[in-house]
């Protein structure tokens, strides 16, 4: 299994409304993406709720092998994804692992 986990923030000029919209986009786009590439076990989208946190909005993702993450970082629809996401933030940070 393979863990791929993904951190940004929101641009700063951003209203927490904007934020918030942004937040519910990126859902939108890239959880569907775990019904189209074989060996996607999870693709959730969660966004900050807690003061404690320094980003605004976390990518947890789970692959069954090393091969389906790449398929999905080549699919289509997360090529198109990431334009919209890299339009609305900043700060990416990226770990993968396997377990």
């Given at each position: 299994m393979v863990k791929h986990i993904v951190l940004w923030n929101f641009r700063e000029n951003m209203t927490d409304?904007?934020?918030r919209e942004a937040g519910e986009k990126m859902r939108s786009l890239l959880e569907p993406i775990r019904e189209k590439v074989p060996g996607t076990v999870e693709i959730q989208v969660?966004?900050?709720e807690l003061?404690?946190?320094n980003r605004d909005v976390a990518l947890l993702s789970v692959f069954e092998t090393v091969e389906?993450?790449?398929a999905y970082q080549t699919h289509?629809?997360?090529v198109a994804?990431?334009?919209y996401i890299g339009s609305v933030t900043?700060?990416?940070t990226c770990m993968d692992y396997e377990y």
């Open positions: 409304e904007e934020k969660v966004l900050n003061d404690s946190s389906a993450l790449q289509p629809d997360h994804a990431k334009g900043c700060n990416r």
